[in-house]
Nanobody
Framework: QVQLVESGGGLVQTGGSLRLSCAAS????????MGWFRQAPGKEREFLAT???????YYGDVTNGRFTISRDNAKNTVYLQMNSLMPEDTAVYYC????????????????WGQGTQVTVSS
């Protein structure tokens, strides 16, 4: 079955950086658009970034130029580099797979990981 496993979350100070990874299995990775979302306590899950199978990207406004999504089709892995982190970035971060390229809506994603916690201290 399809599995998406996120890693790389943790505790970081304001202004710090983290690189999240998401390893995919059970699907033909290069056929899927991959996305990152996050969900803070009491808030809806929000779109961060997506990357198509050819490497083109689209970002949500919330990233404000601080996040970069990339993928390695040979390793079936998608990454999210996050810089200049702020306390409001504290959330559980999820990766997801979509048969559509550059989808920003949650309902366009068929598969989801379990999430990785990112906590930014002030």
């Amino acid at each position: 079955q399809v599995q998406l496993v996120e890693s790389g979350g943790g505790l970081v100070q304001t202004g710090g950086s983290l690189r999240l990874s998401c390893a995919a299995s059970g699907l033909t990775f290069s056929n899927f658009g991959m996305g990152w979302f996050r969900q803070a306590p009491g808030k809806e899950r929000e779109f961060l970034a997506t990357i198509g199978w050819s490497g083109n990207t689209y970002y949500g406004d919330v990233t404000n130029g601080r996040f970069t999504i990339s993928r390695d089709n040979a390793k079936n892995t998608v990454y999210l580099q996050m810089n200049s982190l702020m306390p409001e970035d504290t959330a559980v971060y999820y990766c997801a797979a979509s048969p559509s390229a550059l989808a920003s809506r949650r309902d366009r994603y068929n598969y989801w990981g379990q999430g990785t916690q990112v906590t930014v201290s002030s």
